[in-house]
């Protein structure tokens, strides 16, 4: 089997096959890394380069090993977009990817559809490791990873995303790809921050999170930028804290196996208590080793693998 | 000129929006006047003929919104290569907006447009800024523009935010009989957004600007021109709200008149779902709701008029990050096939009400001549062949900038010949795109 599309852009119109496809080769993967020599030559001779035009630790380290681990030759470029000028950047990198002859390219970039521009210039495989406000979709593929290991199929099972909803690319490719998987999925937090029309998305939308909470198998919480303040969308991250942090007492009628998921960084006792992040519920450190054997995954079947 | 040059347009059908007069004649031009419509009987000796058989024979288009960038960007457009588009869309009059680098504030620049444009291949008539460098602080010297030759005052590209200030714009100009032509937008509800706001811009994760921003600055100038008597122009209205205030103010008696781009009537905000940065434009594609009402506005006569807001961009601007790339389309070249494919082809409009948003009406509303076909009048005329089926094609353009995002597109019907003061300043050759 392969992949139906030549580029992972986003989880938007992926459709089942495919989702299962790759979290399936994402599960053989993921037996490699837990072998002493955690290597295959699966993708020796491909050349992959990584475009980090938002800084990120947690991706591109999980990108960069992926690559590693598949054998792959891979380049690594790390700029802050906000530091270049707009536009520069992104039109000379099109020009030196067909000029070195690479094979896939992996990107994150502060504007959304960057890697949509991308992908339209060069003749390169495009994954996109996050743009803007518009998906991230490798996050929500070990998000939905994690929760099959736990649960088995994720059919019916009710999630809900907690936070900063407008400015969340991981709420978008999640809401996309649970819904195709047969999820149902929930959005929780301040007016301020759900975008217009959201629930068009095929989501329930809810303002109080004690409301949202209620029968949730899973929790998948977004980290909180402080700079939402400054842009007046809330009148401080303290009243944030007071009613959007999941703390152990928000969760006293949880349910017996309820998931806490987060994407990182974590800001703790902002979104999360510390005790929730690392108490019996999270699965936090999962979603990271995921990250590693889905982004193997993606890279494998975006190169022509599994034909 | 030495010798009386005459043309002999024959057989056309003549259509003049202004009077309803719509027959097949012919029309003789001698030294840059309509000397008759109707059969010709006896042609002038030396007489040049434009066989017109088969095709629309009608006032010179207008296009009462350009951005043509000099001074300041030549390198994206000038006067002249604006002038030429405008020819090759079938245009013999625009208005180019002050914008420019420096903006056209003051009564030299004015004169500098004005001298550029008499080597222009159609008329080119400026608009002055209505505050000091478009600062929407002091007002700019208005006697002093329209002295020199501007047409209406206007800040376009940025609102005239303080409303004292915007107040005292319409009182002022309504002395020179100029009308004040708006962008309207609130500055703060816009913020930093790129697109229409709504589900597509939930989905792609882009920031939003919202209907409101235009409707609240609409709202605002709508009630100072009433409270003025002042004489209001709406720049490139986008928005189902924005045309229903505008419907309930004309009925009220206030003295407002209002465009539409053809962009904004023909396609919607589900363009940008390819983030193509040749959809970004201020203000943003809107919802199809948005299209069908400013249809609907255009059919009951609340919008009077078509106007392309040209604005061309180098594609070094245009090929980029959405969020980073510039506001704007190129339109000129355009804007014809639009309005007869997308407003006539589609019985949204008849053709002469079609052509009334492209001559009589910006005419009446800037006060300058054309616009109308009369015996003596002056002889800027557009031939139009309404059936041929053509695509458009950005490599074609007389335009220094390509950037549509109508590459590609089928239109039917577009100009063949553009006649400013009885020369034909732009022939289409047969095997021509």
């Known amino acids: ?307 | 000129m030495s010798k009386a040059k005459s043309l002999w347009i024959k057989s056309g059908r003549v259509l003049d929006p202004g009077s309803g007069f719509d027959k097949v004649a012919d029309v003789l031009i001698r030294n840059g006047r309509i000397v008759s419509i109707g059969a010709v009987k006896k042609p002038p000796v030396g007489v040049e003929l434009f066989e017109a058989r088969g095709k629309l024979v009608v006032p010179g288009l207008i296009d009462m919104h350009v951005h043509l960038r000099e001074p300041g960007r030549e390198d994206e457009e000038t006067i002249f290569t604006g002038a030429q588009a405008a020819a090759a869309g079938g245009f013999t009059a625009i208005i180019c907006m002050p914008n420019t680098n420096p903006p056209i504030d003051n009564q030299e620049t004015v004169q500098f447009v004005c001298q550029k444009a008499e080597e222009a291949p159609v008329k080119v008539y400026p608009v002055g800024a209505i505050t000091r460098g478009r600062q929407g602080q002091e007002l700019a010297e208005v006697a002093d523009l329209v002295a020199a030759g501007a047409v209406a005052i206007s800040d376009d590209g940025d609102p005239v935010r303080n409303s004292e200030i915007f107040r005292r714009a319409l009182e002022y100009a309504s002395m020179f009989h100029i009308p004040v032509i708006s962008h309207c937008e609130d500055i703060d509800l816009r913020g930093p957004g790129v697109m229409n706001e709504s589900y597509v811009s939930t989905i792609l994760g882009l920031k939003g600007i919202p209907a409101i921003a235009e409707e609240v600055a609409v709202a605002r100038d709508i009630a100072i021109a009433e409270f003025t008597g002042g004489r209001l122009h709406i720049a490139h209205v986008s928005t189902a709200g924005a045309v229903e205030l505008i419907r309930e103010a004309k009925r009220r008696g206030v003295q407002v008149s209002a465009e539409v781009t053809p962009h904004h009537f023909s396609l919607t905000e589900e363009a940008v779902r390819t983030f193509d940065t040749n959809t970004k434009m201020n203000p943003p594609l809107r919802a199809e709701a948005d299209l069908q009402a400013l249809r609907s506005g255009l059919a009951d006569g609340t919008i009077d008029c078509v106007a392309s807001d040209h604005a061309p961009h180098s594609s070094e601007e245009k090929e980029m990050e959405f969020d980073a790339a510039p506001f704007g389309i190129v339109g000129l070249e355009t804007s014809l096939g639009l309005v007869l494919t997308e407003l006539v082809g589609t019985g949204f409009l008849t053709l002469s009400e079609a052509l009334a948003k492209l001559t009589v009406n910006p005419a009446r509303i800037l006060g300058i001549e054309g616009g109308a076909l009369s015996e003596g009048g002056v002889a800027d005329l557009t031939i139009i062949d309404p059936e041929v089926r053509w695509a458009v094609d950005c490599q074609s353009f007389r335009s220094k900038s390509q950037n549509t995002p109508f590459e590609g597109w089928e239109l039917t019907g577009r100009s063949v010949a553009t006649i400013v003061g009885g020369e034909i300043v732009y022939g289409r050759q047969e095997d021509e795109n």
């Not at chain 1, 690559?67 to 802050?80: I, M, N, Q, T, Y």
């Not at chain 1, 999630?159 to 978008?172: E, F, L, N, P």
């Not at chain 1, 989501?203 to 919480?221: K, R, T």
């Not at chain 1, 999941?246 to 005790?275: C, F, S, W, Y």
């Open chain 1, 1 to 307: 089997m392969a992949l139906k599309s030549k580029h992972l852009l986003g989880l938007e119109g992926v459709n089942r096959e495919d989702i299962q496809l790759m979290l399936d080769t994402a599960a053989s993967f993921k037996e490699i890394l837990e072998r002493p020599i955690k290597i295959v030559p699966a993708l020796r001779g491909i050349t992959v380069a990584n475009l980090f035009f938002e800084p990120s630790t947690r991706t591109r380290f999980s990108f960069e090993l992926a690559e590693k681990r598949l054998s792959a030759d891979s380049v690594s470029f790390s700029k802050d977009s906000s530091s270049v000028r707009k536009g520069e950047t992104l039109k000379d990198t099109v020009r030196n990817i067909e000029a070195m002859r690479v094979d896939l390219v992996v990107i994150r970039h502060s504007a959304a559809g960057a890697p949509h521009f991308l992908a339209r210039c060069v003749d390169a495989s495009v994954i996109n490791a996050g743009d803007g406000a518009h998906e991230h979709p490798t996050q929500a593929l070990l998000d939905m990873m994690t929760l099959r290991e736990k649960y088995g199929s994720l059919e019916g099972l009710r999630v809900v995303i907690v936070g900063d909803i407008a400015h969340s690319r991981v709420a978008r490719s999640n809401i996309w790809g649970l819904n195709t998987l047969g999820a149902s999925v929930a959005v929780c937090g301040p007016k301020t921050l759900i975008p217009l029309d959201v629930e068009q998305l095929g989501v329930d939308v809810y303002v109080h999170l004690d409301d949202a909470l209620e029968g949730a198998d899973v929790i998948n919480v977004l980290r909180l930028q402080f700079e939402r303040q400054t842009q007046g969308l809330l009148p401080s991250v303290r009243e944030y804290i007071r009613q959007y942090c999941i703390t152990t007492e928000r969760l006293a009628d949880a349910k017996e196996n309820l998931t806490i998921m987060h994407p990182g960084p974590i800001n703790r006792g902002v979104e999360i208590t510390q005790e929730v992040a690392d108490g019996p519920y999270s699965v936090i450190l999962d979603q990271v080793t995921n990250g590693v054997a889905v982004r193997m995954a993606a890279l494998f079947l975006l190169s022509g693998g599994g034909v």
